[in-house]
């Protein structure tokens, strides 16, 4: 076993990481920029080496900065936990170059199946099905027109690198191409560091399922049971629970044989991810992640296997103590990520703020993972998560019981939560009944009566989320996240105070959609702010023309900061 391990990474899996390395007696070392300075995962390391920067791009995407901190710490291996650079090959070969283990597979491996083009190409290869799409990145926005035109609209647009939802678009048209693909690169950019992108054909109805596996470097390879993660918002996984309900014995086989297939034929060790769309009877291969997924924590309690145990014995060159036939899911797990989002009206607005209050439930089959406590402040720089809830039972209906429980003694006070909406959903008639898809939240669902409460309430009287039980009608694909909401009226108010653009949340201007003098019609965008990861699109309720721009790309803004001003007419006219 290994005697010292560096975790390249932040938050919960940090954490998570450190406490499977505190039990096999291996010490670890944290590292953290300036806003994580005081995290629980610096405080629970034997040691903690500060990233000179802020943003994500300036601390733990930062190779060279890592690799002096694993130079100096003396580390014997890297955990790079997910996200990050924990599928870039580049930097498991570095580390490896210093006589380090990387505790992940060989890079190979992870340049097959970290590319999503070669993992298509890789798929196709083992025999097993992948949806119509590129085999090379997309040239120009004309290829991705072409794509549509040939496969039918809607179409999807991918990042070719990262993971975790990011740099996905549907496009409904060839007249959203242009801004779909600018957006796509922006996100895929920010999030993995590469502007790669390819087509693939849109399913409208599927279920998300995905295969875990465990591979030691004495050959075998075994799949460790599913998990079922299709209730999801902006491609983003909001639940995910093990095993999937209502799959076919024999399709639950078939995923399974063909994910360990597919990690045989690459040469993969340790844990991996094979994730597939599974809709009217037929699975088709959709990406596999060469690294520890979010939702782990539902195949540990079903199978009794700590994962991260068996990523470090892997990396140390241990064998698998036991076979396929030995893996047996006990029971039913279901789990939630707890966001820091406000999910009033369905729009799931990425929320900042100090954590006043954080009281996380525990009891009989309960599992929460975090990152943070009471005190610490959410910014802007990094992924939502605050925290993930998970419950066991011996069946579904019981563990969603126990989860809906787990949720009502959840108090977090500070930024606005997802708690509200996953309560609802979690309750919901399609979730319970599996009549729900991918697009379920984002299309579906009637959320517009959805409110976050101003405050929690007394354990003796839960607060219950206001909100439709109904269905709304389908519209096509979601649109990205904008504000004003597209809904709002603007009816009654003065033209001087709807031309004053502001920023809705605390994040980083990303691009500019509109130059000085440029003419704009209402709901035409202005400009795109990243926060947590996820991109909001502002956009202007009037028409008019663009009279000041206020910030530029790059500008790190605050809720309430100044974009940009509109005022009524057109340059031309004006001077006229």
């Not at 242009?178 to 109805?205: H, K, Q, T, W």
């Not at 050959?219 to 998990?227: A, K, N, Y």
Request: aromatic content about 6%.
């Amino acid at each position: 076993m290994l005697k010292k391990v560096l975790i390249a990474n932040r938050g919960e899996i940090a954490l998570r990481i450190i406490r499977t390395c505190r039990e096999l007696g291996v010490r670890t070392v944290a590292v953290h920029s300036a806003p994580d300075r005081d995290s629980l995962a610096v405080r629970y390391a034997d040691e903690a080496y500060a990233l000179d920067g802020t943003t994500a791009a300036e601390t733990y995407l930062d190779a060279a900065g890592l690799l002096a901190v694993l130079d100096r710490s003396g580390a014997e291996g890297v955990h790079p936990g997910y996200g990050f650079l924990s599928e870039d090959p580049t930097f498991a070969q570095a580390v490896i170059d210093r006589g380090v283990t990387f505790i992940g597979p060989p890079p190979a491996a992870i340049a097959t199946m970290g590319d999503k083009i070669s993992a298509r190409r890789a798929a196709r290869a083992a025999g097993i099905p992948v949806l119509p799409g590129g085999d090379q990145p997309l040239q120009n926005e004309g290829e991705l027109t072409a794509f549509g035109a040939e496969h039918g609209w809607p179409i999807a647009v991918k990042a070719a690198f990262g993971g975790g939802g990011r740099g996905i678009r549907i496009i409904a048209s060839a007249t959203e191409v242009r801004e779909a693909v600018a957006a796509a690169r922006r996100e895929a950019l920010a999030s993995c560091g590469r502007p790669e992108l390819y087509a693939e054909r849109f399913l409208d109805r599927p279920r998300h399922i995905e295969m875990q596996v465990l591979a030691d470097t004495h050959g075998q390879v075994l799949w460790l049971g599913e998990r079922d993660c299709t209730v999801q918002r902006r491609h983003q996984k909001l639940i995910e629970e093990c095993p999937a309900p209502d799959l076919p014995d024999e399709v639950r086989r078939a995923m399974g044989e063909a994910s360990v297939r597919l990690a045989r034929d690459c040469g993969y060790t340790g844990v991996g991810t094979v994730e597939f769309l599974y809709q009217d009877g037929a699975f088709h291969f959709l990406e596999m992640n060469t690294r520890l997924q979010v939702e782990h924590p539902v195949t540990e309690l079903v199978t009794g296997l700590d994962l991260v145990e068996w990523q470090l014995r892997v990396a140390a060159g241990e064998r698998l103590t036991f076979g396929q036939g030995d893996i047996a899911v006990t029971g039913h797990a279901i789990e939630v990520r707890l966001n820091a989002e406000d999910p009033t009206g369905g729009r799931f607005t990425p929320a900042t703020g100090r954590l006043t209050r954080f009281d996380l439930p525990s009891g009989p089959g309960v599992r929460c993972d975090t990152g943070y406590a009471a005190g610490d402040t959410i910014g802007p720089y990094y992924d939502s998560l605050l925290a993930k809830a998970a419950a066991w039972a011996p069946d579904r209906d019981r563990a969603r019981a126990r989860l809906t429980r787990t949720l009502d003694e959840t108090r977090i006070e500070g930024p606005a939560t997802g708690l509200a909406a996953q309560r609802f959903l979690l309750g919901h008639p399609d979730f319970t009944g599996v009549r729900h898809c991918t697009n379920w939240v984002d299309e579906e669902l009637d959320l517009s009566g959805l409110q976050t409460p101003p405050a929690p309430a007394p354990p003796s009287a839960p607060q219950e989320p206001e909100a439709s039980s109904g269905r709304r009608p389908r519209r096509g694909v979601p649109a990205l996240s904008t504000w004003p909401p597209r809904a709002d009226g603007v009816n009654g108010a003065h033209a001087e105070d709807l031309g004053n653009i502001v920023a809705p949340l605390a994040g980083t201007v990303v691009g500019l959609a509109v130059a000085l003098g440029d003419p704009v019609r209402a709901d035409d965008p202005v400009c795109h702010v990243e926060a947590m990861k996820m991109e909001t699109t502002v956009r202007t309720p009037m028409a008019g023309h663009v009279a000041e721009l206020l910030v530029a790309p790059g500008d790190h803004v605050a809720p309430g900061t100044p974009l940009a001003v509109i005022k009524e007419g057109t340059v031309l006219g004006l001077l006229g």
